[in-house]
C-alpha cells in the first residue's frame, strides 16, 4: 500500500517535471510570433529557456531574484566601463498603519537590477517619506506600478509588497521610543 503511494508520488514528480515547460506558451501560439516565420524553428522556446530557474508562482513563473541570489543566471552588470554599478541595501517601509499590512520597499533587490537613476529622482525623491504614494495610481500603471505588473512580479501579488505587519510595527516603534526615553533619563545629571 505504502510503495504504491510512494510509486504514484514518483510518477508525479517526473510527470510535473516533464510538464514543466508546458508552463509557458509555446512562440508558435503567444500571439506574438509569426507561427509560419522562418525564424520559429531558430529560436528557443521560452518553457526551455526559463524551466531551469528557480520558480515562481505567478508573473513569467521565475523568481529573478532568486536567479540572481543563486548564481542561476549572471547577468552583464554594464555595456559601458564608466557606468558605476550600485547596490543599495536598505529597506524602507513606506506606507504603515492602513487596512493592510505595511509596505516594505527593499533596495536591494531592485538594485540588483536596476540603476538609482531608473527610480531617482524623476519617479521618487530620494528621501523617506518625501513621495506620495497611492494604491489607485500603482494599479494605473504609474509609481511601483510602472514596473510591478509590466516587468516585474505583478501587482496580484499583495503580499510581496504588504510584508510587514503593522502591529510588529507599533511594537517596534514603542519600544524605540521606551529605550530613547530611558537614555534620556539616564543623561540627565
Ligand atoms: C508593487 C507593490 C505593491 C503591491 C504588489 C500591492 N501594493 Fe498596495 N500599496 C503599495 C504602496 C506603495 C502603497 C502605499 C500607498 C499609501 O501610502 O497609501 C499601497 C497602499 C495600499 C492600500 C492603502 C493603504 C492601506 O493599507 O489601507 C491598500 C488598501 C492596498 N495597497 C491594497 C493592496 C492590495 C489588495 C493588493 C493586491 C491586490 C496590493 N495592495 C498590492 C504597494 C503595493
Ligand atoms: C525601484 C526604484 C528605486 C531604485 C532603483 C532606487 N531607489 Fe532609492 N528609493 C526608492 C523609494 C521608493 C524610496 C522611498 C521614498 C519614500 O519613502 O517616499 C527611496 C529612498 C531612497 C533614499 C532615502 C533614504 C532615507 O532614509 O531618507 C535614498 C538615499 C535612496 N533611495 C538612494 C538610492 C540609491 C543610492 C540608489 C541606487 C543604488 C537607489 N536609491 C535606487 C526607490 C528606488
Ligand atoms: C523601475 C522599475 C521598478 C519600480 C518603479 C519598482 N520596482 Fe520593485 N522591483 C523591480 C525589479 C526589476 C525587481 C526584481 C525582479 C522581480 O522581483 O520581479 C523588483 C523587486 C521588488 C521586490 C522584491 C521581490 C523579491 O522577490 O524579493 C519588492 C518587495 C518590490 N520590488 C517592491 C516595490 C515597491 C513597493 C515599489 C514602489 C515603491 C517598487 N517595487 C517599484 C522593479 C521596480
Redesign the pocket.
Known amino acids: 500500500m505504502r510503495r504504491a503511494a510512494l510509486v504514484l508520488l514518483a510518477v508525479g514528480v517526473v510527470l510535473s517535471a516533464w510538464a514543466a515547460p508546458g508552463l509557458w506558451k509555446r512562440l508558435e501560439t503567444d500571439g506574438l510570433h509569426d507561427p509560419q516565420g522562418p525564424g520559429i524553428t531558430q529560436l528557443q522556446q521560452p518553457g526551455d529557456a526559463l524551466q531551469a530557474l528557480p520558480p515562481d508562482t505567478a508573473g513569467n513563473l521565475v ?3 532568486r536567479a540572481i541570489d543563486s548564481g542561476a543566471i549572471n547577468p552583464r552588470t554594464n555595456l559601458f566601463p564608466e557606468t558605476k554599478v550600485r547596490v543599495l541595501d536598505q529597506d524602507i517601509i ?1 506606507a504603515r498603519y492602513g487596512s493592510m499590512p505595511a ?4 533596495h536591494r ?2 538594485t540588483l ?2 540603476d538609482c537613476a ?2 531617482h529622482d524623476q ?1 521618487f525623491k530620494a528621501k523617506a517619506g518625501a513621495n506620495k ?1 497611492s494604491m489607485t495610481a500603482i494599479l494605473n500603471g504609474e ?2 506600478g ?3 505588473g509590466a ?3 505583478p501587482l496580484t501579488e499583495c503580499n ?2 504588504h510584508s510587514v505587519s503593522n502591529a510588529a510595527l507599533r511594537a517596534q516603534e514603542r519600544a524605540a521610543a521606551a529605550a530613547s526615553a530611558a537614555a534620556a533619563t539616564g543623561a540627565r545629571p
Open positions: 523568481s529573478w531574484v513606506i509596505v516594505k520597499f527593499p533587490q531592485q537590477w536596476l531608473n527610480c519617479l504614494f509609481q511601483c510602472l514596473c510591478h516587468v516585474s512580479f510581496r509588497c
